[in-house]
């Protein structure tokens, strides 16, 4: 089946900055990759999704990009505010049947510092 | 516009005891729904998905079962809860017929089984 890998587990970056969160996968059948932010207490919330026949998607601060010769997809958040401090899950799928069977990341726990 | 219902919040049970855990969706018609598990530092699991009625899909083998009695009513159960079934249920729902529609989630219930 699908894996989905995470890096980094946890990041701090200064309000302002940057911040990028990298994720691979193994299976080249798959087409989906949303991102999800949780809050503390709370479910997972889309933030951005791109499929497999787009290479970059932009949203506002947030951009995802996919790599799928590499198998790769990366979020990228920029000019960080505190409330962008959270959990963020990528995710896969290889979109076969008719329900979203998504493999999930293990998670990076963003901190944007004052 | 959609809303996802998971209850209760948090639940403290002993070994032994039986599990009841209900999500609804309003505002929808036909959705999938789905249990996910997340262990604490980890990503989320899919325990089980429902493309209609009665149709219950299991992903992994475990002392959990589900029933969707409703179109938008799904149950997470167990007869006999383990230490090792602790941990936080997350509901979603995704577009009815969709294989890659993104996943909405509830807020999740906290099960500690003591």
């Known amino acids: 089946g699908e894996n989905v890998e995470q890096h980094p587990s946890t990041l701090s970056v200064q309000e302002g900055d940057s911040a990028v969160i990298k994720c691979t996968y193994s299976?080249?059948?798959?087409?989906?990759f949303p991102w999800y932010k949780q809050e503390l207490g709370k479910g997972p919330q889309l933030i951005i999704d791109?499929?497999?026949?787009?290479g970059e998607k932009k949203d506002q601060r947030i951009a995802v990009t996919l790599n799928k010769t590499a198998k790769h997809f990366s979020l990228h958040i920029t000019e960080t505010q505190p409330e962008d401090s959270a959990d963020y899950f990528c995710?896969?799928?290889?979109?076969?049947?008719?329900?979203?069977?998504?493999?999930f990341g293990t998670g990076t726990r963003l901190q944007v510092t004052l | 516009s959609q809303t996802i219902h998971q209850w209760p919040a948090t639940l403290v049970q002993p070994v032994g005891s039986p599990l009841s855990l209900e999500c609804t969706v309003e505002?929808?018609?036909?959705?999938?729904l789905y249990w996910y598990r997340q262990a604490a530092g980890r990503g989320l699991q899919l325990l089980f998905y429902?493309?209609?009625?009665?149709?219950i899909s299991s992903e992994v083998p475990q002392n959990l079962s589900a029933s969707r009695p409703q179109d938008r009513q799904f149950i997470l159960s167990s007869k006999k809860l383990l230490l090792s079934d602790s941990g936080f249920y997350l509901c979603?729902?995704?577009?009815?017929?969709?294989?890659?529609?993104?996943?909405?989630f509830g807020n999740g219930t906290r099960l500690t089984v003591t």
């Open positions: 979603a729902w995704s577009g009815g017929g969709s294989y890659n529609s993104p996943l909405h």
């Open positions: 429902s493309i209609g009625i009665d149709q």
């Open positions: 995710a896969a799928s290889m979109g076969t049947g008719t329900a979203s069977k998504l493999t």
């Open positions: 505002g929808t018609s036909n959705p999938n």
């Open positions: 299976d080249s059948a798959s087409n989906y």
């Open positions: 791109i499929r497999s026949n787009v």
